[in-house]
């Protein structure tokens, strides 16, 4: 009767141990997905909630790879209430300043216009030592991002920067760049820490659950924290499911064949198993980058 009851309790304790490892596998999968792009990487340094908002905080930098709560939902205010009315073919943005006290890397280019255009569509261009890697915008779904590109365009601020990690697992293919100190040869660990002097609000969020990130897709990096959103991004070579947090930027129009084939050559995976992936085995470096109207 014994040795029966042995083999039962053995029976279900295997049971349990297997369960127990399914979802462990299963909450690490999902950890790994949500960890994305930037979120471990302690970018920037949020300072204060935004500008032309004046709110009382206790400390006033916040880091990015901690929760930083929405400026709008602390005060029940809209920061972009404060400034002057938005005229016909233009919306308001809010540039909250970053700097450098939490331990990321910030490159001072002030801040892109408070009012900008919210119509017609432009062309994010990349030269890089692979070829041309060119992306459509349409300016009335995510006005303050490319306003935000525009302005980064015009100081220069990721020329002859190069692409710091590549994602390449099932469901979750892309490459990310963004960072204006990944320069010179070979990687650093620094590289993925750095951005503007400035983060902003996410915007365009996906809305198809089955497929938020399609392939020839090119979304904003950030730390999972709403308004961390700075100069890095991340181009997806293959269908890239991901949570929605990520503002949709544009789609890729020309050099996704670049995209992919240096995401089929791998990654180091310097940064597993969390956030996930590696540097890039094939360097990707941006020599200029531009921004025109389409």
Known sequence: MSSIKDRQRAAARARLEKEMAERSAAARKRRQRQAIIGSALAVVVIAGAAFF??????????TEAAAVPDASASTGADPAASLPPAGPGTVNCVWTPADESGGGKVKDVGTPPFNVPNTGKSTLTFETNLGAISADIDL???PCTGASFKHLAEKKFLDNTKCHRLVNKDGFKVLQCGDPFATGEGYRDT?????PSYTMVEENL????????????IAMANTGAA??????????SEDTVLPANYTLLGTINKG?????????????????PSPGGGRPKTEVVIKTMTLTAA
């Open 53 to 62: 908002i004046v709110q009382a905080m206790k400390d006033d930098k916040t």
């Open 140 to 142: 009335s779904k995510a």
């Open 191 to 195: 590289d993925g820490t750095g951005g």
């Open 206 to 217: 996906p809305t198809n659950a089955e497929k938020p990130y399609p392939a020839g897709s």
């Open 227 to 236: 308004g961390s959103t700075g100069s890095q991004f991340f181009i997806c």
């Open 256 to 272: 996704l064949d670049i995209v992919r084939n240096v995401v089929k050559a791998g990654d180091d995976g310097a940064f597993e």
